[in-house]
Nanobody, 124 residues
Framework: QVHLVESGGGMAQPGGSLRLSCAAS????????MGWFRQAPGKDREFVAS????????LYAESVKGRFTITRDNAKNTLNLQMNSLKYEDTAVYYC?????????????????WGQGTQVTVSQ
């Protein structure tokens, strides 16, 4: 069982930055691929970024590539998402997710564990 708690959401101006963190509890974090997803009002939950168990392989949605960076610290059981050059369309609730297995994937249906989400709002 993996328990996930996100933090770091808030409000930023267009072009600004925010850093999200996800604290994970459970004995298998270092063997789980992890991901970030987001959901805007009235839209489906969509993939943002993921990394494999070691962090050596990362995947990004085209919409965030070059602006967002996903990292993990297995010694601290934490997953991070650095978000730079924020845009209005980045506004959403952001979710941390963990899957059983070490391989990163963008498919949200492969993730078994989810955090409660943290709101990110990009506004003037």
């Amino acid at each position: 069982q993996v328990h996930l708690v996100e933090s770091g959401g808030g409000m930023a101006q267009p072009g600004g930055s925010l850093r999200l963190s996800c604290a994970a509890s459970g004995p298998t974090f270092a063997r789980n691929a992890m991901g970030w997803f987001r959901q805007a009002p009235g839209k489906d939950r969509e993939f943002v970024a993921s990394n494999n168990w070691s962090g050596s392989t990362t995947l990004y949605a085209e919409s965030v590539k070059g602006r967002f960076t996903i990292t993990r610290d297995n010694a601290k059981n934490t997953l991070n998402l650095q978000m730079n050059s924020l845009k209005y369309e980045d506004t959403a609730v952001y979710y941390c997710a963990a899957k059983i297995g070490m391989v990163a994937t963008s498919d949200r249906f492969e993730y078994e564990y989810w955090g409660q989400g943290t709101q990110v709002t990009v506004s003037q």
